[in-house]
Each structure stands twice: as C-alpha cells, then as structure tokens.
C-alpha cells in the first residue's frame, strides 16, 4: 500500500493526530492550520467538514462547526482550499464529516476529487461498516482511501472483529461512549477498555480519541494504542490564541 497513512503507522513511536475543523476560526485558516501542524511534528492531521447535525461532537467542536458554516465553509470551499495542498505538506490528511453532504456531492465524484487533492482516507462517524462494505468500500478503494471506523466500549467484539476485517488503517478508538471533549485523565474502567483491545491483537492498530487534552492523558492512551487523537483541547487553544500559537499547544502535548 502506497497510502501515506499506512507507512506513517509503520513508523516506531506513538503518533500524534491533531482534527480541526474546517474554515475555523477564520474561512481561510484551513492551509495556514495544516501547515503549521506538520511543521510541528504532527504525525496525522483530520480535517472536519462542518455539519449542521453533528451526533458525537461535544460542545467546543459543535460550536466550531457552526462558525465554520456561519464563515461560508463548504464541500466545495474545503476542496478548493485543499486544491495545491501537496505542493506545501507531506502528512497523512484525512477528511471526517458526516455521509450527507457526501451523499449530496456525490460518493463516487467525492472520492474521486480526495484522491485528486491527495487526501488519504476518511471518517465518517455516521456510515456503517456493513452499509460501507456493501455499497461504498470498491469505490473508496478504487481512488485509494482509507475508510477509518470507530469503536466504542459498548461495541461488541462480534463488530469489532468485522471492523477490522473490512479496514486496512488503523481503527479509531473512541475512549468513552459519550460526546467528545477533553477530560482530565482516564478511570480504571477506560484503561481496562484500552486493554481489552490491545489484547484482541487485532490486526489494525488503533489510535485513541476523545478526552485527550495535554501530555498526561496522551501517555494513557498510547500506552496500548498506536496514537491519540486530539481535537476539542486544540480547537479551544486556536480560540484563544488563533493560527499563531499552534506550535505552543502542541509542545504541552510532546
């Protein structure tokens, strides 16, 4: 596999996912934001395509979302922006949104154009594994993407396993069944659910997301996953300190 996020999880040491969410704080922040998170020593980077009906998106993402639509932000505005990415950054980039504007662009002609642009895979929360693997996972393989899919503890090692047969990244490890949002550190009960995992020795690794805000909670996650996902924690740091203070936030983190 060619795929930039699969020689990027063959790398040693744990990795380091940063989402944003697109056309937040400003319309056009989307390149500057992306930029600078690879020259920061970011090992994945998600790019969120605002929704107005998001389902497991805490209040701070919610809230960049909204903005986002409220500043313009579109399908179409994102691939513009994202049109000469590759001539700038090398990282692993990775749309998550939700299946209806995809619906509406058009599956096949939205994949087509991630290729194009040199977009690596896609999350999206709200399309299911067997709808996914029936329907989509010949065209998303067609234009090269990696389709990632989430986990929660509720989640039955029946799916799981079928999860795992059907993706060729890494799994998205949700930490906790509710909302995103940074928490202060993970109780016994998520780091047993960390180990349970780790232990199904499934043949995807898996990246931890939700609740990871700061160095402490990242060395929790990781220490039987592959890497952590940080989102909320590093959108409420671009409210406060805009585009320019990206390389603060992500140094409490390493």
Do not use: W
């Amino acid at each position: 596999m060619g795929n930039r996020i699969n020689k990027k999880l063959n790398e040693d040491g744990k990795l380091l996912s940063i989402y944003f969410t697109a056309g937040y704080p400003k319309l056009g922040d989307t390149v500057e934001i992306i930029q600078q998170l690879e020259k920061n020593g970011v090992d994945i980077i998600e790019i969120g395509l605002p929704f107005s009906d998001p389902l497991a998106d805490g209040p701070t993402i919610q809230q960049s979302s909204t903005a986002a639509l409220k500043n313009g932000m579109t399908t179409e505005i994102l691939f513009d922006q994202l049109k000469d990415i590759r001539k700038s950054v090398s990282i692993p980039l990775i749309i998550m949104g939700y299946f209806n504007p995809m619906l509406q662009y058009g599956v096949d002609a939205f994949c087509k154009k991630c290729q194009e642009i040199g977009v690596d895979g896609l999350i999206i929360p709200d399309l299911p594994v067997d709808v996914y693997h029936e329907e989509y996972q010949e065209t998303f393989e067609k234009y090269g993407l990696i389709n990632v899919f989430l986990i929660t503890p509720q989640t039955s090692e029946k799916r799981i396993r079928f999860i795992d047969s059907v993706s060729n990244g890494f799994i998205y490890m949700v930490s906790s069944a509710s909302v995103t949002g940074a928490q202060s550190g993970f109780g016994d009960e998520q780091q047993a659910y960390f180990q349970r995992i780790a232990d199904m020795k499934l043949k995807n690794p898996q990246i931890v997301g939700f609740g990871i805000s700061n160095s402490e909670t990242f060395e929790q996650a990781t220490k039987s996953a592959k890497g952590a996902i940080i989102g909320s924690a590093f959108i409420k740091h671009l409210n406060g300190h805009g585009v320019d203070g990206i390389d603060k936030f992500i140094e409490t983190i390493r």
